[in-house]
């Protein structure tokens, strides 16, 4: 099985409700290897290239508005290595509908849908597939973050 890399990031929610030590906590005892952090400032320009698949769903907009909440919004950014690492990490985060989540992962015990909105505030990203890592590990870290 080859060594995948995969990216996290703590979303607007997980940051606000002080969930940060939470999540990392999680991976950590999960037996997963971080390999690089960063705190990026997060642009609308950012968050649509983050979320492009994404750009003609009815939810895009309202998307955006609760992944960029203010001007000066910073996400912590996480790489994890190792091997099967992206569905490994998918499995400790959960389902991305926290309500279909299972109860003991981490969207399942801490994620909502905004009755405002109906977005699903799901605490964390976590990338879902290899060529997806690729595209958003390159969009949040600079190839000098990153060890070879
Ligand atoms: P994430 O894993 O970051 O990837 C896309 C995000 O869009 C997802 O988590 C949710 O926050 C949100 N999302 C995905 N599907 C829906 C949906 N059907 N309704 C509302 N929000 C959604």
Redesign the pocket.
Known sequence: MAIERTLV?I?PDGQKRKLTGLVIDRLDHAGFEMIATRIVPVTRKLAEAH?EA?KD?P?FQN?IN?FVPTKNFKILAIVYQGENVISEVRKVVGA??PEAADPSSIRGSFGR?SSVT?????VV??S?NAEDAEREIALWFRKEDLPE
Request: charged share 15%.
């Open positions: 990031l979303k979320y994404l769903k939810f998307l609760f991305t509908n849908i109906g977005i699903m505030e799901n990203h976590a879902a």
